[in-house]
């Protein structure tokens, strides 16, 4: 089945420490993005590709940079993370801007 | 402008009954109205969608009530069940792009 896979659904990493998180879709929609999601909140927006193209939301951090090597995979890179940064980190992909973004099941942050 | 207000923030339904859930928007550019489910520690999945051209748009057991005169948009659960104890959001889209504004949430658990 086609979908969008999120590794590793759990991670734990200590303050400051370095982490990066993948997403891959078997989809081959053309965006991607990165969601943060904190417990009993909406899913927020960090940033997303179209194609190749990076396009980061005013409000996120400069600790959060993302990778996209190519269609199918994405990286989401915490440089220092803090304890706030705990959270559900959820990537989506859509074909162009027209269509339903599909979320990946999220990978969980632990911050020690 | 990109608000969208939902609520309750949390809902208990009997078995059988009607789950409501209501959102309200500002922005008149908004075109794409989703509502998703999400189980805990799963990422959001698209329930059902409706478009500002229709009043309402039914999928089985679930039914979007949209006014547009009054920017509102609704979701009915009928025969609710307990399976289909989740959180809810509602989104909306604008014209110019696929960047999702999403609800606060709602929290629904139907009791057996």
């Known amino acids: 089945d086609a979908m969008v896979i999120q590794n590793p659904r759990y991670q734990v990493t200590q303050f400051g420490k370095p982490v990066t998180l993948s997403c891959s879709q078997t989809?081959?929609?053309?965006?991607m993005y990165w969601y943060q999601q904190k417990s009993s909140q909406a899913p927020k927006l960090l940033f997303h590709?179209?194609?190749?193209?990076?396009?980061n939301e005013a409000d996120t951090p400069d600790n959060f940079q993302s990778r996209r090597p190519n269609t199918s995979f994405c990286f989401l890179d915490i440089r220092s993370p803090g304890l706030g940064d705990a959270a559900m980190y959820l990537c989506?992909?859509?074909?162009?801007?027209?269509?339903?973004?599909?979320f990946g099941p999220g990978t969980r942050l632990t911050v020690l | 402008q990109q608000q969208v207000k939902q609520s309750p923030q949390s809902l208990i339904v009997q078995k059988g009954g009607i789950s409501i859930i209501n959102c309200a928007y500002e922005n008149t550019a908004f075109d794409y109205f989703p509502w998703y489910q999400q189980f805990p520690g799963k990422g959001p999945a698209l329930l059902i969608a409706?478009?500002?051209?229709?009043s309402e748009k039914k999928e089985g057991r679930f039914t979007i009530s949209f006014n547009k005169s009054a920017k509102q948009f609704s979701l009915h659960i009928m025969d609710s069940q307990p399976g289909d104890s989740a959180t809810y959001f509602c989104?909306?889209?604008?014209?110019?792009?696929?960047?999702?504004?999403f609800g606060g949430g709602t929290r629904l658990m139907v009791k057996p």
């Open positions: 989506a992909t859509s074909v162009g801007f027209t269509d339903t973004q599909y």
């Open positions: 409706i478009r500002p051209d229709v």
């Open positions: 590709y179209y194609d190749k193209d990076f396009n």
């Open positions: 989104a909306a889209r604008n014209n110019a792009g696929n960047m999702l504004t």
């Open positions: 989809l081959n929609h053309n965006v």
